[in-house]
């Protein structure tokens, strides 16, 4: 099962860059192993993108601790380790530098819900989490906390980037995909003339269709 998870997690480490959503070394992807409260996986620290394969994933504990003789995990493994023990119907995380998210981002200013494509993903608005240092848990307390008061899977983390949860990665990714789209689009629209946001009913059966209807059941 975690060779399978290793697998999953270096393709989707591909769509980053391939989506125009990190530089460099830059963002990293997680998945909790099935059915487990304590351990995850996640890429290494600082490795290139070209260079990753399923065998350089690491096995970590909720500490962001690596549990076998492995390359040095993710400066955020603790960060997402935090995030899957207190939120465990998460399964998997991302976090990117997507230039246009983290332009919002560095604004400080959550992007207001103005777009079909926003409701049906994030049922709301994108918010902004507080700054926090890198290395420790202290990130995955600030998106926990932001992600208590909004339905968003995808938050924008002051001064730094984007961290988006999701049931697996890929539903993360695909957020993290989801929230760059969103920010580019809706920074466009701002520039043309003043947003005017979704009403709450609307954003509601937007969600509701796109989480339980849309797609191939
Ligand atoms: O911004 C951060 C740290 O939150 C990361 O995106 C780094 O840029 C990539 O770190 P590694 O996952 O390679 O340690």
Redesign the pocket.
Known sequence: MVDDLRRELCALHAELPRNGL?A?????VSARVPGSDELLV??????AYDDLRPERMVLCDFDGVPVEDAL??????A?HGHIYRELPDVGGIA???SPYATAWAIHGEPIPCVMTAMADEFGGEIPVGPFAL??DDA?GRGVVETLAHHRSCAVLMRA??VFTVGRGPRDAVKAAVMCEDAARVVHAARSLGPLVPLDAESVDALYHRYQNVYGQH
């Open positions: 990190v460099w070394t830059s963002g990293n996640i890429k290494p620290s600082g490795i040095a995990p993710s400066s955020d493994a960060t976090h990117t530098h890198i290395g990130i730094h980037g």
